[in-house]
């Protein structure tokens, strides 16, 4: 009884960042996990999976409902992020939990600086209200989504993030997908890769408090939702800098705990 609040809220937080940003509820799923409810964090990351699967599927039909998905941009992303995935999965088990802890502390600073400063885009001339890279929007260079789906799948099968909050900003930025798109279709590409690592994972025995895990995933799936109707109020630039200064904070503190 004692973490079913903890996990109730630090459930809601993260479905609300998936659903509202196509990304970041898996960096604070992690941190969440280890810290408020007492996981080790070979526990969390593949828990943190589990709970990213669910939660994430939940936000892509929520999003596709609305047309918000890039099929073919997603599918590139995740169709070459499976096997880095994969093997970076079974690996991690033999990476010690401070290198793990500290490594993932670092990713989270970087994202969260990405979220409290996004680049400035060039608007589309097509769409002048909604941001996007220069170049043709709608025009999708397969090279360069390849390059970038096999290195967000290696960090997803190794420090157990969906990778949301790396791939949103490179489908603004390379691929030049409006953000409205960009967030519905990271939410693909977060689903495939996060069960490409999960299945890896759960071939190895490790123990995982369920009691914990059903109530949280229950909630994050219900913040998805949530999360979603949010972003279509806010502007996704305060979205992005609330959660931002909160993952920011927790990195610092996971950082902190892992060199001292």
């Not at 990304?23 to 526990?43: C, D, E, M, N, Q």
């Not at 769409?127 to 989504?145: F, H, M, N, Q």
Request: include cysteine; glycine fraction near 12%; proline fraction near 5%.
């Amino acid at each position: 009884m004692t973490t079913l609040i903890p996990a109730l809220v630090a459930g809601a937080v993260v479905g609300s960042a998936l659903g509202g940003l196509g990304g970041g509820g898996s960096v604070l799923a992690v941190p969440a996990l280890i810290y408020l409810l007492g996981f080790t964090p070979a526990a969390a990351t593949t828990a943190a999976l589990l709970i990213v699967v669910a939660t994430s599927l939940t936000g892509l039909v929520a999003h596709a409902r609305d047309g918000h998905v890039r099929w073919r941009t997603g599918g590139l992303f995740a169709m070459a992020g499976i096997v880095p995935a994969a093997v970076s999965g079974a690996l991690s088990v033999r990476i010690p939990a401070g290198v793990l802890t500290a490594a993932f502390a670092v990713l989270a600073v970087v994202a969260a600086v990405r979220m409290i400063r996004p680049r400035v885009l060039v608007r589309c001339e097509a769409a002048p209200a909604e941001p996007c890279a220069a170049g043709p929007a709608d025009r999708t260079d397969a090279g360069r989504a390849v390059r970038a789906g096999a290195g967000l799948g290696t960090v997803t099968g190794l420090l157990g993030v969906g990778g949301g909050f790396l791939v949103v900003p490179a489908l603004v930025t390379v691929l030049a997908v409006p953000m409205t798109a960009a967030v519905g279709t990271s939410l693909l590409v977060i689903a495939v890769n996060s069960t490409a690592a999960l299945a890896t994972r759960l071939t190895t025995p490790t123990s995982l408090d369920w009691a914990v895990i059903a109530p949280f995933t229950a909630a994050a799936v219900l913040g998805a939702w949530d999360g979603k109707r949010l972003a279509s109020k806010m502007s996704t630039v305060a979205l992005q800098r609330v959660f931002g200064a909160s993952l920011l904070a927790v990195a610092l503190f996971m950082l902190v705990d892992a060199v001292v």
